[in-house]
């Protein structure tokens, strides 16, 4: 890698060629167009709802300003939920980049992998027999946790038991990313039997709970939630930006990868390690959220390609502007009722992975 880098700084030194810094500056563009955007769905986010608040209030709310109930409505309920929308949506889309590149599968994500299943089993273990939750009959507040640290930790055990799982399988004979997605559609089903066996045993306010709790939801997040989720997600979104080279060097193969001087085992061991962490707390404070690890780094690699000092960044802010327009949609389809917004992400993922598995993805 330092040779890779070594070669960067010397191109640097002399003048570029006006076709590169055109490429360069494309994708530079994209990723601040789409800042821009998400910054614009933000404001408009915290406006709309079932309380119209005008954009000036809404910049006034934010700037401290005192506009009577709009600060309440925008601070304790709408900021932090669009906040969380934006941060999940970042962890889901950066998981799922990672994991596309270390198991060099198109169609790799949490979701598709079954490693959120796995933590949404280890969660509902922890809140139903292990005691880390208060259950409650209705509300966004279905599920309340009293421990969340007991919780993800469970939640994250699990998530690693399938993690191992899905390595293990990508060791033996070089498995093909068909029969990848085939042993996480097994692990998602084998999960979620076990929710259900769960909730068989479950009394009615556990069960209604339990079911309500696996809709993934940004809205039950609350500024305590918040800074635990932030406190995963950012730092996670930086080891994988600082493993950025040893990723393009996976994507070019396991043996070019070493020939460069990368240890593979160790780099993918981390990295699922990682994503799983990331994709444990998520699922333990919101419930599971499909399909947007899968369906980000597609859309961003269609406008920054695969190299991963751009598509991570990239990946990144379409998972922001994905989760925050999908909430914001499922808050206003169907107003006064709010939907959880893993249905609509469901909605958008499922035909996407159809036509990659139809047509197939060369990554």
Request: proline share 3%.
């Amino acid at each position: 890698m330092e040779f890779i880098e070594g070669e960067m700084d010397e191109l640097k030194g002399d003048t570029l060629p006006f076709g590169y810094t055109g490429y360069i500056r494309k994708k530079i563009s994209f990723m601040i167009i789409s800042s821009i955007l998400l910054f614009l769905l933000l404001i408009y986010s915290i406006a709309v709802g079932a309380a119209s608040v005008s954009f000036s209030d809404v910049v006034a709310a934010l700037l401290g300003y005192d506009v009577g109930n709009i600060s309440t409505i925008v601070w304790n309920i709408r900021l932090p939920r669009a906040l969380a929308a934006i941060v999940s949506g970042i962890g889901l889309s950066v998981a799922g980049v990672a994991l596309q590149s270390i198991l060099r599968n198109p169609l790799g994500s949490p979701y598709t992998l079954g490693i959120s299943h796995a933590a949404a089993f280890g969660a509902a273990f922890s809140v139903i027999v292990l005691g880390s939750g208060t259950m409650r009959s209705t509300g966004a507040d279905a599920v309340m946790l009293n421990n969340p640290y007991m919780t993800t930790a469970v939640a994250f055990i699990f998530s690693m038991i399938a993690t191992f799982i899905l390595i293990a399988i990508a060791k033996y004979r070089n498995a093909s990313p068909e029969v990848m997605i085939l042993t996480g559609v097994a692990l998602a089903s084998l999960f979620t039997a076990g929710t259900m066996f769960l909730q068989y045993f479950a009394d009615d306010v556990q069960l209604a709970a339990v079911v309500f709790w696996t809709f993934g939801d940004v809205g039950r997040a609350d500024w305590g939630d918040l800074g635990i989720l932030t406190a995963i997600v950012v730092p996670s979104m930086l080891y994988f930006l600082i493993n950025r080279w040893n990723y393009n060097a996976i994507d070019a193969g396991d043996e070019t990868a070493r020939g460069l001087g990368v240890n593979v085992e160790k780099v993918r061991l981390w990295g699922m390690l990682v994503a799983s962490l990331m994709t444990a707390f998520i699922v333990a404070f919101l419930g599971v959220i499909g399909f947007v690890g899968l369906v980000c780094p597609h859309m961003a690699r269609r406008f920054v390609g695969d190299e991963q000092r751009f598509l991570l960044p990239a990946s990144c802010l379409t998972g922001g502007l994905l989760l925050l327009g999908a909430d914001t949609a499922a808050r206003l389809m169907l107003a006064p009722h709010e939907l959880p917004v893993a249905i609509l992400t469901a909605f958008m993922g499922a035909p996407l992975f159809l036509y990659l598995l139809i047509r197939g993805y060369q990554h």
